[in-house]
């Protein structure tokens, strides 16, 4: 029962909008602040920043959803603003497209290693969404102190070209703009788009620079004849189309896209979109100011679907969990909610909808605020751990494309039947005030003192407060700042921070999105009975 | 499933029966045609218009609305139907604990009236706090754990002093 005019209301509202706040300013931050140096050099060259080549290339008056802007915020001492790299979905020439640009305003535009980790991500989406890629080409390479952490793992810089490969193969198509140097690695974006156009003067392919070749083998050379637009687009075939300026360069990229063929989209059911009844502001007033406190989701609920209507299904069984169908931009969703800790019936009310999604082609929308499954004696008994199995068997094998936002904690296997960032969400958004973690910061720091109170004991040492103390505040410690959205954005454990505000217009560009690939293969494993 | 709405002391059962392009209602068997003008808080029923007022009750932190319709002013309450869901298992004198754990703090004392959506006690489980609010308005009878104790799920937690009939 819900009142604007309450006190816990407004108080939850100011500390909210505080939050936010908080988030749009380090967003904007590291959308736009960077040295005068560097904007200085870019402009010198005659280069757009990228955000402005962004702003050209995509359809006027079209929204672009940027993804993960705050990755590497908690990361190389903030020298990575969004990762040196920006990511999203825009519409180019009428289709639905990922857009990746690097950002030369930062150490040339170099890969750390989160940047090939969030380059890596945006390919994984373009390949389980069908989605064309643009890449917008202008990095000096590898950040080379890192090399270990960007070069030799599976998930990091080599599998940028592997997943290129992939999309090619699945006929998705790729394009690359080279408004700046593409070395080394680098070189293979451009080469293994199935288009590219690079700008003469700036833009440059090379395997290796003029100062690599000189140190290898002595020749001489310049950076046009090495690797420059009218070598490449004649002699060596590397790339396809010379522009004279990055302006003719977006121009030429957008005519090429129109030349694509239109993806089919599968056929969810749709009703005409409808603006929610409740106002989403009034988010703010609904979550609480401390992460402990529980709220009603179907509140959340209600300020993110079409007038505020929600069919729910089991509403007097398994209470912990709401399930229900609604819609979002008039797309039909099946969405699960967590109101308190998952108790046997509430994971079995769970696996079961989710059955029911799957069998009526519905995409699923997680909304997290869980805290775990119930332990003790009696529900082990009564075999919690094989109903949070089924949940996540039918969770982990669903068809039907799925997304999760996260709404305020998600901790322990919670997570998991709740569709956490292992379970290959199409698209995975968090709120500012979320916080992860296998467990919250007070238990981790209770069991750590007790396990640090038992090998005193059994090393036969007298039982030392300061020592207990100095564990009880360095975890939690740690724990704060780990389990952070800030830290979880950082690291790529989701696809962005947004403002609550925002979820529903996020959701339904996550779902047109989600549409251009076809539904998966039917079928589930063995649920333990 | 019809919706259940309050008016004037009588409940009358509302159907949605077509959105699109008009709101098609059939209140207690009868279609009413809906309509919304331009004009904000204002609708028109069956071509008669009229004019709503929310209002908050004082006292409690429940919202009312009021409709004005030939000079006259009329409160109209919304019956929550996963309460007439609740309400056919319980009268509501006692709330029972919805998951094991402890009791956090107790903010109504017995003897103490409390109007239903008010919080009664708080417990926390599994590192999440949850506000136990009364389902009726009443007086409170016991509260039967005090502040730090532990109990089991579906523990009796509060007790309401008996709803006088009528």
Redesign the interface.
């Known amino acids: ?1 819900l ?4 006190a816990d209301f407004r108080r939850n509202e100011a500390h909210n909008r505080a939050l936010v706040a908080a988030f749009r300013e380090k967003q904007d931050k590291a959308r736009h602040a960077r040295p005068q140096r560097d904007l200085d050099r870019l402009a010198s060259q005659g280069k757009l920043r990228p955000r402005e080549r962004i702003e050209k290339l995509i359809d006027p008056g079209t929204p672009f959803l940027e993804l993960s802007s705050l990755a590497a915020n908690m990361a190389y001492g903030g020298e990575s603003p969004s990762a040196s790299s920006i990511v999203g979905i825009g519409v180019v020439s009428g289709r639905e497209t990922i857009v990746r640009a690097d950002d030369p305003s930062v150490k040339g535009g170099a890969w750390y290693p989160l940047t090939t980790k969030k380059i890596v991500r945006a390919l994984d989406i373009a390949i389980e969404n069908r989605l064309p890629v643009v890449h917008l080409c202008d990095s000096a390479g590898g950040f080379l102190p890192l090399q270990s952490q960007l070069f030799p793992d599976k998930y990091v810089g080599g599998r940028i070209f592997r997943n290129q490969s992939i999309l090619s193969k699945m006929g998705v198509k790729q394009l690359s703009l080279v408004f700046g140097h593409c070395t080394a690695g680098g070189a293979y974006i451009p080469a293994l788009s199935d288009y590219n156009v690079i700008v003469r003067g700036t833009g440059a392919v090379f395997l290796g620079g003029p100062p690599l070749v000189k140190a290898a083998t002595g020749e001489e050379s310049t950076v046009e004849e090495l690797g420059g637009a009218d070598m490449h687009t004649s002699v060596s075939g590397v790339c396809d189309y010379p522009a004279a300026s990055e302006e003719e360069a977006i121009l030429i990229g957008r005519e090429i896209v129109a030349q694509w063929e239109r993806p089919r989209k599968w056929d969810i059911q749709r009703e ?1 979109p409808e603006a929610p009844a409740y106002e989403p502001q009034e988010l703010y007033g609904i979550i609480p100011d ?1 992460i ?3 709220f009603d989701m179907r509140e959340v609920i209600a300020r993110i679907v079409d007038g505020s209507r929600f069919h729910e299904y089991q ?2 069984y398994g ?2 969990l709401v399930c229900g169908f609604a819609n979002i931009w008039g797309y039909k969703v099946g969405i699960l909610a967590n109101n ?2 998952l ?1 046997n019936d509430s994971s079995l009310k769970g696996g079961h909808f989710i059955e029911l999604c799957n069998q009526n082609n519905t995409p699923l929308v997680f909304l997290q605020n869980i ?2 499954y ?3 004696r ?1 529900y082990e008994r009564r075999g919690i751990t094989k109903d949070g199995a089924k949940m996540i068997m039918a969770q982990s094998c669903s068809r039907v494309p799925k997304f999760t936002v996260m709404c305020n ?1 998600s ?1 322990g296997a919670g997570n998991y039947g709740m569709c956490g960032r292992a379970f290959d969400a199409r698209f995975l958004f968090a709120w500012p005030n979320h916080q992860i973690g296998v ?2 910061g ?2 981790a720091a209770n069991t750590l003192v007790e396990v640090k109170a038992n090998q005193m004991r059994r090393a036969g040492e007298p039982i030392d407060a300061a020592t207990l103390e100095r564990v009880r505040t360095e975890t939690l410690a740690a724990y704060q700042e780990q389990t952070s959205a800030y830290y979880s954005t950082s690291e790529l454990w989701d696809d962005g921070l947004i403002d609550p505000i925002d979820t529903r217009n996020a959701l339904a560009v996550a779902i047109s999105a989600s549409l251009n690939a076809p539904l998966g293969e039917a079928g589930y494993g063995v649920f333990r009975f | 499933m019809a919706l259940h709405l309050k008016l004037a002391g009588s409940t009358h059962a509302i159907e949605i029966v077509r959105r ?1 392009p008009t709101l098609l209602l059939r209140v207690d068997g009868r279609l009413h045609e809906i309509a919304t003008p331009d004009a904000p808080d204002a609708l028109a029923i069956d071509a008669a218009a009229f004019s709503f007022v929310r209002a ?1 009750e004082a006292e409690s ?3 009312t609305a009021f409709v004005r319709h030939g000079g006259r002013t009329y409160e109209v309450g919304f019956v ?3 309460a007439e ?2 309400a056919h298992d319980a009268t509501h004198d006692e709330i029972h604990a ?3 754990g402890a009791v956090v703090s107790v903010h109504k004392q017995p003897g103490e009236t409390v109007a ?2 008010e919080t009664i006690v708080t417990i ?8 136990l ?1 009364a389902q009726r308005d009443g007086i409170v009878q016991d509260v039967l754990r005090a502040a730090g104790e532990t109990f089991e ?1 579906d523990e009796a937690l509060v007790r309401l002093a008996p709803a006088a009939e009528g």
Request: charge should be positive; proline fraction near 7%.
């Open positions: 029962m009142s604007t005019a309450s005409a401390d402990k406190k529980q509403p007097n209470t912990t308190g800790v108790f805290t775990g119930m332990i003790g009696d904690g901790f467990m919250g007070d238990q | 699109k908050l932190d429940r919202e929550d139907p996963r869901i609740a919805p998951m094991p239903r959506g926390e489980s599994m590192k999440l706090q949850t506000a609010a799920k």
